[in-house]
C-alpha cells in the first residue's frame, strides 16, 4: 500500500488515477454495478471528486399538503438536509439520492459551507442549482444538470450515514467515490486497497504501453506484451 491515510491516498488519484481505469479494475474483480447512471455529470468538464462517501437520503413530499405529519423530521424545513451538510468532514463527498429528479439537490449555499468544512464534493442522483456560483467556488459537483426548482416544498433529507442506492448501484457511507468527465464510480471501502493499488499498476503500465506506441510498436504488439489496451 502506497499510502499511510486518506489525504495521501485522495491525492494520489487526483493526481494519477481516472474512472476509466479504476473501472476496468473493479470489473476484473468481479465488482460490475459500481457506476452510476451516466446522467450524473460534472458541472465543469475539468472538475474532479475523490473522497469517501457521506451518504443522504432524500425523499419526496407534499409539503403543501393540508395533512398531518406523524414524523417530525417532516416538520422541519428541509428535513435533515442542514444537519447532513453540517456534519460532512474532510474529504468527504455529499452524496445523495432518493428523490425523484424533479428539483435540486444542491446548491451555491451548500456548496459554500461543504468547502469550508474540507468536504471533497458533491454528486447528487437529481439536478443542481446556483450554478455560476459553485462554478466561482469551483466545488467538484456532479449532478444531472442546471434545474432551478427548489426542493424545499418538493422534498427532505429523512437520513444520513446511512447506506443509500443509486440506480442499482450500492453506496455505504465510508466507501470511496471518484467522479470525472467519464461519469462516477463507487469503491467498495473492504476492496479499496485492492482496487487502488491495482489501479494505480494500470494507469502507471498504461502509460509505458502509450509510449511504445508512439515509437511505433502497434496495438496488438503491445497488448500480447503489456496485456494493456
Known amino acids: 500500500m502506497e499510502w499511510q491515510n486518506d489525504d495521501a491516498l485522495f491525492e494520489m488519484i487526483r493526481t494519477e488515477l481516472y474512472t476509466a481505469v479504476i473501472g476496468d479494475i473493479m470489473d476484473k474483480m468481479g465488482l460490475l454495478h459500481q457506476f452510476l447512471p451516466p446522467q450524473i455529470q460534472p458541472l465543469r468538464s475539468d472538475m474532479f471528486v475523490a ?61 459554500t459551507r461543504a468547502q469550508i468544512l474540507g468536504a471533497a464534493g458533491a454528486v447528487v442522483d437529481g439536478y443542481s442549482r ?23 416544498p418538493r ?10 442506492e443509486i440506480k442499482g448501484v450500492l453506496v455505504n457511507p465510508g466507501d470511496i467515490v471518484v467522479g470525472d468527465i467519464d461519469g462516477v464510480c463507487v469503491v467498495p471501502k473492504q476492496h479499496e486497497v485492492e482496487v487502488i493499488s491495482r489501479a494505480l499498476e494500470k494507469a502507471r503500465g498504461e502509460k509505458m504501453v502509450q509510449k511504445k506506441i508512439l515509437e511505433g510498436m502497434s496495438a496488438k504488439e503491445a497488448f500480447d506484451k503489456y496485456g494493456i489496451m
Open 155 to 164: 422534498g427532505k433529507v429523512i437520513d444520513f450515514r446511512v447506506p443509500i
Open 51 to 111: 473522497g469517501r462517501a457521506m451518504t443522504v437520503l432524500e425523499a419526496d413530499v407534499l409539503e403543501c399538503a393540508d395533512y398531518e405529519s406523524n414524523n417530525p423530521i417532516l416538520k422541519k424545513p428541509f428535513g435533515l438536509m442542514l444537519e447532513a451538510l453540517d456534519d460532512l468532514k474532510k474529504n468527504e463527498v455529499y452524496i445523495c439520492s432518493g428523490a425523484s429528479p424533479a428539483y435540486a439537490l444542491w446548491g451555491e449555499l451548500m456548496s
Open 130 to 152: 446556483d450554478t455560476r456560483g459553485i462554478l466561482q467556488l469551483n466545488f467538484p459537483s456532479f449532478s444531472y444538470g442546471n434545474y432551478a426548482q427548489d426542493q424545499a
